[in-house]
């Protein structure tokens, strides 16, 4: 059976999730073509897919009103190369600002082909308009957590709990113990915009415990060689030492006793492996303010979400200082009864996710739609 499957990711974990998926695809139907834009995962499998991950990974109000010209130009060649390959499915991979404009664009367009969304938006903590919109345009959303299920009942549109793929590659690290009681990592997230704004005020609040603790170690991790250069320059002009790594997150969240972790997929993972962290982010002020009035759960971060109050410390914004950051570093590097018991509940409480198998479903649940 010929398939042709046009997919769109636009951020690293959605470059990695998209990947996943498309090997489950691949090996379930050995005649389907991918088509479309992603990173360099998706890229692997497939050479038509183009890879737009440095370029299309930015977040808030005023990042994405400075690059408009260039996501409009890409958005039109987007929709257009759709019209003109005629995709039996189109598998919009998270990234919600592009993703869901793009599929309400597919149906004006009267563009027959099936819509599945994997990774569904978080509309159940901001702007719950758009629930009407996708319940028109997409035909089957592909959800990571049973309650996303039970939040779309009543809005007519097709969801189903496809399980997270956080065990496929953290399990074996989620079962070690390596931690190091001297390593301290910071974690300030993959994109450009958030290691301006979030690796300083942590390599601040660093510098602040080692004038207390001087035996620990910080480490950090970086996405990319870029992002990796930017870092390691940052920590020279702090004059904080802090070793920096390539694309080694997970193991250092395996392995370091505790740490500071930027909001996103980041902050899941860091629970999942059990480590003690504060959740620490920021963005420019107007973007901040203009979230601040749509949002509406009490926590940012998901396991605080799972487990309904605060386990883990969030530091956002103008309460994202080197102070409370380092005030609570200091309190999980002290103490490590707190920081066992931290462990544990964030164990706890991402324990539903340690099911195998969520790549695989996600891919018989699209070709379950297609048919």
Known sequence: MNIKAYIVAGEVSGDNHGSGLMSEMINLCEGIEFYGMGGPSMANYSNRVQNWINESAVV???EVIKKYRYFKRLFD???????DLDPEVVILVDYPGFNLRLAEAIRQRGIDTK???????????????????MAINIDCMLCLFPFEVTFFEGSGLDARFVGHPIAETLTELRDQDLRDDNVVALLPGSRD???EKIFPVMLEA???VLKIEPDIHFEASAASEKCAER?????LEKEVPCKVSLGNANELMSRASCGAVASGTATLEAA????????VYRVSNLTYFLAKGLIAVDFLGMANLLAGRELVREFLQFDANSEKISSELLRLIVSKDERYALSDNLKKVTSLLAQPGAYETAAKTVFEALN
């Open 272 to 279: 999942f492996l059990g480590l003690p962290y504060c959740l």
């Open 193 to 195: 915009r958030e290691i």
């Open 231 to 235: 870092m390691k320059a940052m920590a």
């Open 77 to 83: 060649e987007v929709i257009q190369e759709i019209e």
């Open 115 to 133: 819509i599945v969304y994997y990774i569904s938006p978080q509309v159940w903590a901001w702007k719950r308009g758009r629930i009407k919109r």
């Open 206 to 208: 660093a510098k602040d």
């Open 60 to 62: 808030g109000f005023w």
